[in-house]
Nanobody
């Protein structure tokens, strides 16, 4: 089995910063990509940022320049540094990873349980 465990969410004032972490565990061979999505109340889940094992990153226009995704490959962990937070960043943030597991021939997508980020004005 594979688990993605997120941490680092919370309540912050507008203009503040938070750092989210997500650690993958289990019978993992490789993780070609990890990333973050978010879902605000009444809205669809949307991409925030992704990062590949080759260092290619992608950001939503709404967060580019404020958020930074990074990975620690030795710990199977992805981070999301969020600066200059705005009330519209309030959402549940979900970690996702494309993982190749031992005994499984294909890469599958896994999701974390989500962590709440609330930005007050």
């Amino acid at each position: 089995q594979v688990q993605l465990v997120e941490s680092g969410g919370g309540l912050v004032q507008a203009g503040g910063s938070l750092r989210l972490s997500c650690a993958a565990s289990g019978t993992i061979i490789s993780i070609p990509a990890m990333g973050w999505y978010r879902q605000a109340p009444g809205k669809q889940r949307e991409l925030v940022a992704t990062g590949t094992s080759h260092g290619i990153t992608n950001y939503a226009d709404s967060v580019r320049g404020r958020f930074t995704i990074s990975r620690d490959h030795t710990k199977n962990t992805v981070y999301l540094q969020m600066n200059n937070l705005k009330p519209e960043d309030t959402a549940v943030y979900y970690c996702t990873a494309e993982i190749l597991r031992e005994g499984i021939i294909s890469v599958n997508t896994y999701w974390g349980q989500g962590t709440q980020v609330t930005v007050s004005s």
